[in-house]
């Protein structure tokens, strides 16, 4: 799950986006995506879905299954 935090963290940084906005995209507060970003808390797969298909990367790459973030 650390490599989820880690990744998770970097592809909304890249995005250029505030947690808060992350938030509202997946309808949690900003101290559930620290949470999420600081290993603290995991997700489920109906948000994992969302979070791809938001910052268009793979499930393996969040999941630290590939090092390739582009979708297939």
Avoid: W
């Avoid at 509202?24 to 600081?38: D, P, R």
């Amino acid at each position: 799950m650390e490599i989820f935090s880690q990744r998770l963290r970097e592809v909304r940084k890249q995005a250029g986006e505030s947690r808060a906005m992350l938030g509202e995209a997946l309808g949690l507060s900003i101290s559930q995506i620290s949470e999420l970003e600081n290993n603290r808390k995991g997700t489920t797969l109906e948000r994992l879905a969302v979070l791809c298909r938001h910052y268009n990367v793979s499930a393996d790459y969040l999941l630290g299954l590939t090092d390739d973030p582009a979708l297939r």
